[in-house]
């Protein structure tokens, strides 16, 4: 039998054992830092040695505690008491002194961002963030919830069996510098689940203010248990590391960066915790043969009012449609541009260079970055591999273009080279559009604006993650994740002829 000692001091050079056959080196700065009660963990998907500080696994393991206490505890919670949370929780966000207290705390924490060149255009806790949280928080309320619900009876000879919906378990969550996904969480609360999460450092500090002024008052106005909803209160990404390795965890849901996600993920999945993860976004519109010019324009300029994960990011077009619908396009992104006082940015896939006017490529134009405004080429060459990568703009539109044969070679490009994220088809042709449809390996198709994609635009459901397809489908569970779709399934027998036998 193997023989197991515990890690006290790591040497530089260390080799770990990855997928069974391949051998990475822990890093000298790794090892340097490395003290008794740390943790090394060597994730598989991305070949990374990462390091997790005794006092990040202490905070991670102890927030974990305090939900699955809390979890015990929520079987003799009623469904009213968590409705009188949610209704608790609105109303303190709508105290105007308490939101002035989370907007001052919130102003330190964008300035802070800002001064490190980070992206505040999710950050800033404005009058539309506090509304958006306040109406999803009060769609909960009188939400139906799957606990204890008959999803479906099978009736048998002297006895039956309910399959009823029960809850899930501890829920985590690693978000980026959002600080609405405090009460976007809060919606597993309904099926009887328990929370922790872990926020961005640009946003921890708006975090805390809306735990201590709003949350953590409406769990106990609503008598719900303490640790129903826990903030690793940490800056650390180790935290989070920690976080998604605990095996205690039922879900594990992150948001934000695409390779940060990725790590996350794969440390979940390593735990034998199953993963919800979104980490890269943009969607793809694709113009055909059949478009209609004031649709397309009409779809271009819908899905370019800012910059989130369903902002279009790469235009097909039909090389037959090239010469008409190019400057529609051109003209969606300056609109776009305008409305924020702003230029735009093209990048053009090589090949498709002759649909772009040749202008474009030499003229400079400023473009609004996290880090300042930066002097680039308004349109610039892209290879094709590089479609699948997001344009997080801040102010300054920004937008891939790629000319195809056909509404095919479209089709090839996206489940190629993009996130597998949301996909549009422009064009009047029926049948065109379901082949599309059956064709596109994404999770939200449409004909028109992109935009849509939005668990409470969409569904009326605050949503706590967009999945895309890149790292598979998911199993009996759409693309959108919300607080009652985190629910599991118990058999109950009742048997009434006891004489039944096998």
Known sequence: MARSTK???????????????????????????????DALLAVEATSEILHVPAAERRIAAEAVSRAEAAFRRMGSV??????????????RLEDDAIWAEVVRINEQDVAEASARG??????????KLRHGMIEGLRGWIGAASRRGAVVETIEHDGWKIDLVGAEL???????EGRPNVLADATGVLRGGNTVVFRIGRDALRTARAVMERALEPALVEAGLPEGAVCLIDSPEHAAGWALFSDSRLALAVARGSGPAVATLGALARRAGVPASLHGTGGAWIVASASADRDVFAAAVESSLDRKVCNTLNVCCIVRERAKELVPLLLDGLRRAGDRRGQSWKLHVAKGSEDAVPAELFEREIRVRRAEGDVVERQAELLSE??????????????VSLRIVDDVEQAVALFNRYSPQFIASLIGTDAA????????VNAPFVGNGFTRWVDGQYALLRPELGLSNWQGGRLLGRGGVLSGDSVYTIRGRVTQT??????
């Open 169 to 175: 378990g501890i829920v985590a969550f690693v978000f």
């Open 497 to 502: 002829d006891p004489n039944v036998r096998r």
């Open 385 to 398: 591999v590089e479609l699948g990568r997001e344009w997080e703009w801040e102010e300054t539109p920004e």
């Open 78 to 91: 009623s469904d009213a008491q968590i409705s009188r949370f949610y209704e608790a929780f609105a109303a």
């Open 432 to 439: 065109e559009q379901e082949r599309f449809y059956q064709a």
């Open 118 to 127: 980070r992206s505040t255009t999710r950050l800033v806790a404005d009058e």
């Open 7 to 37: 890690l006290t001091v790591i040497r530089p050079g260390l080799a770990l054992v990855l997928g069974g056959d391949r051998l990475v080196e822990v890093p000298e700065e790794i090892a340097k830092r490395f003290r008794e009660g």
